[in-house]
């Protein structure tokens, strides 16, 4: 592969060798867990017995949608928890959480993250925009991460203390400069929270990180997890949407928070879709799998250009994103200009940075998916504050990500060399 994609797209000496070496390692490496999820989406698909006339899809109000509710008993089984809500109607994983938390916290009820900061749209959603949960009521805390990037057990447990209805969790890392959690973390959290105060809801983030683990973290006890329909769980085919899964009596009351009491799951079409749902999910663990591959790569290459990479390539991976610590706004930039030469869609584009919403900095993005928003497609995201990290995400096929990380590397190493101090002749 490497030789096939350096002939076609040269870049310098130095850089070819690093290359080279990344490969070697990336071919190195075996990840035998993306074979057992597989195994685990093709059992859910073999015990769910879809049938041809299951692809037909609802309009209108979505009474009896087939491929709808095809769908969600699909997204239960692989979660193993009693109930899924997925619906076109959820645009984003950010409005799954908030409609979720928003169902889950009762009148003036007390909201706890367990892993500090959340990204900044959600904190945005939280405590900061004009129609924030704060501003209805809401009592809102985190605890900060501990030392080591992950939860601190010992604060969270003084935090429980004082009471809580819900506890949020957020399992990938998002755009800041922390380690992601295990499924298996996420369900530490549960336990510790019901040993503390039983009544409490439990809901993790579950963005980027669906079916790179064999479990998920409702299998470890979470009470809900929530996510986008466009990233892993779509396969490249989703064309949007969200959802929310875990105790059916919590799904019940987010399901009637989002549409009306009394509504519920009954209603939400899929509008001729569900025959790419189905499709999408049934080649997920397939485009994670490749995604996994080729962040391998990209974290071997950075490393060999001598940039800190968080996971390392090898490593154990618990989402779809790869850090990059680049340590400059002009280097970022440099990178999304050459990721996005990779892309099928847009690839003439200049990424600049700019405003975006629920972000306190400029944000640059390099994207060209045939979904927009599908992040799993390969894309990074970066906002231009210390320490100056971008987020390198997705990847369909493994090839394609080595070509986005070969062509951002070049552009990165040009930038370096042309904000180095010159030397003076003597």
């Known amino acids: 592969?490497?030789?096939?994609?350096?002939?076609?797209?040269?870049v310098p000496a130095a850089l070819e060798r690093a290359a080279r070496l990344a490969a070697e390692r990336a071919a190195a490496i075996e990840r035998p867990s993306v074979a057992r999820v597989k195994v685990g989406v093709l059992a859910a698909f073999a015990a769910e017995r879809i049938s041809e006339s299951d692809f037909a899809s609802a309009f209108g109000y979505g009474y009896d949608d087939p491929a709808r509710e095809r769908y969600e008993s699909l997204l239960a089984r692989i979660f193993g928890c009693e109930r899924a809500f997925?619906?076109?109607?959820?645009?984003?994983?950010?409005?799954?959480?908030?409609?979720?938390?928003?169902?889950?916290?009762?009148?003036?009820g007390r909201l706890l993250s367990a892993t500090g900061r959340p990204y900044d749209t959600l904190r945005n959603a939280l405590a900061e925009a004009a129609h924030a949960l704060t501003s209805r009521g809401i009592r809102y805390d985190e605890v900060p991460l501990g030392s080591d990037g992950g939860v601190d057990f010992d604060a969270l447990c003084e935090r429980l203390?004082?009471?809580?209805?819900?506890?949020?969790?957020?399992?990938?890392?998002?755009?800041?400069?922390?380690?992601?959690?295990?499924?298996?973390?996420?369900?530490?959290?549960?336990?510790?929270?019901?040993?503390?105060?039983?009544?409490?809801?439990?809901?993790?983030?579950?963005?980027?990180?669906e079916l790179v683990e064999e479990r998920e973290p409702t299998h470890y006890g979470a009470d809900l997890v929530a996510g986008s329909l466009v990233k892993n769980l779509g396969g490249g085919l989703a064309p949007g949407g969200a959802y929310v899964a875990g105790r059916a009596d919590l799904i019940e009351r987010i399901a009637a928070r989002h549409?009306?009491?009394?509504?519920?799951?009954h209603v939400g079409p899929t509008l001729g879709f569900g025959r790419a749902f189905l499709q999408g999910l049934f080649y997920a663990p397939l485009v994670v799998g490749e995604a996994l591959h080729g962040l391998d790569f990209a974290a071997a290459l950075f490393d060999e250009l001598g940039f800190v990479v968080d996971p390392q390539a090898g490593a154990a991976r618990r989402d779809?994103?790869?850090?990059?610590?680049?340590?400059?706004?002009?280097?970022?930039?440099?990178?999304?200009?050459?990721?996005?030469?990779?892309?099928?869609?847009?690839?003439?584009?200049v990424p600049e940075a700019g405003p975006v919403p629920g972000y306190r900095e400029?944000?640059?993005?390099?994207?060209?998916?045939?979904?927009?928003?599908?992040?799993?497609e390969l894309s990074c995201d970066a906002p231009l504050r210390p320490p100056y990290e971008v987020y390198l995400q997705g990847g369909t096929m493994r090839e394609h990500a080595v070509l986005g990380a070969l062509l951002a590397a070049r552009e990165v190493v040009q930038e370096r060399k042309r904000s180095a101090p010159q030397k003076r002749g003597r």
């Open 362 to 376: 400029p944000v640059v993005m390099s994207s060209g998916a045939f979904i927009g928003g599908s992040t799993l």
């Open 1 to 10: 592969m490497i030789d096939a994609l350096l002939a076609r797209f040269p």
């Open 86 to 108: 997925a619906r076109l109607s959820l645009v984003s994983g950010t409005h799954a959480i908030v409609t979720a938390l928003e169902a889950s916290l009762p009148h003036n």
């Open 161 to 209: 203390a004082g009471g809580v209805d819900v506890v949020f969790v957020q399992r990938s890392r998002g755009y800041a400069a922390r380690r992601s959690l295990s499924a298996e973390e996420c369900g530490a959290v549960a336990r510790t929270v019901k040993a503390a105060a039983p009544q409490a809801t439990v809901l993790v983030d579950n963005c980027y990180g």
């Open 320 to 349: 779809i994103v790869q850090a990059i610590r680049l340590g400059g706004a002009e280097q970022i930039l440099a990178f999304a200009r050459g990721l996005q030469r990779a892309m099928p869609v847009n690839a003439a584009f």
């Open 259 to 265: 549409y009306a009491p009394g509504l519920g799951t």
